[in-house]
């Protein structure tokens, strides 16, 4: 492995870190920046990896939320995307691990149209998709940090844990020590 592998892992880590940052802002329009810049990241990632199929979908699901936020016409939006899952699944084929991103982004924008007690469920299989479309791409960095992602969700569908809800109850987070 040489120095520009490393390069690539280290911009899906970063990438990562500012999406992870994103969630600490209040504004939601320094949100979507946050989010946009760590799409960017992922889409130069991916591109790097040769793996279009991610990037494509990357650059899709900016789009997509864009219209969820801005817009009531979630349903609407998101029957009106199909025909982009297809059309990625014929043009970056080169394996059925291609259709990974398409299926998990399908996945995901329906979950966005349903209540959000099933987000958490529709999170865990999304990103499991892409855990298995990364390691196929070689996106360990990726893989990592979307593997964070479910063990996050499967922490809070098994075990109704969410830090964020003991704090607004007045309850301290579990500590480990």
């Known amino acids: 492995m040489d120095i520009n592998f490393w390069i690539v892992q280290g911009i899906g880590i970063v990438a990562w870190l500012v999406l992870l940052v994103s969630y600490y802002r209040e504004d939601t329009d320094k949100i979507l920046v946050f989010q946009t810049i760590a799409t960017a990241l992922y889409c130069v990632h991916y591109y790097l990896l040769g793996a279009y199929s991610g990037l494509f979908i990357c650059v899709f699901e900016v789009i997509r939320d864009y219209l969820y936020y801005k817009t009531d016409l979630d349903h609407y939006i998101f029957v009106s995307s199909i025909p982009v899952y297809v059309a990625n699944g014929f043009i970056t084929f080169t394996g059925w691990y291609d259709l990974l991103p398409a299926l998990a982004s399908f996945i995901d924008g329906y979950g966005l149209t349903k209540k959000r007690e099933s987000v958490v469920l529709w999170a865990i299989i ?39 809800e003991y704090k607004k109850k007045g309850k301290e987070p579990i500590k480990l020590r």
Not at 131 to 139: A, K, L, P
Not at 143 to 164: H, K, M, Q, R
């Open 126 to 164: 999304t990103y499991t998709a892409w855990v298995i479309y990364d390691i196929f791409v070689m996106s360990y960095s990726c893989a990592l940090t979307d593997g964070l992602v479910v063990l996050s969700n499967l922490s809070i569908l098994l075990f109704d844990f969410n830090p964020f």
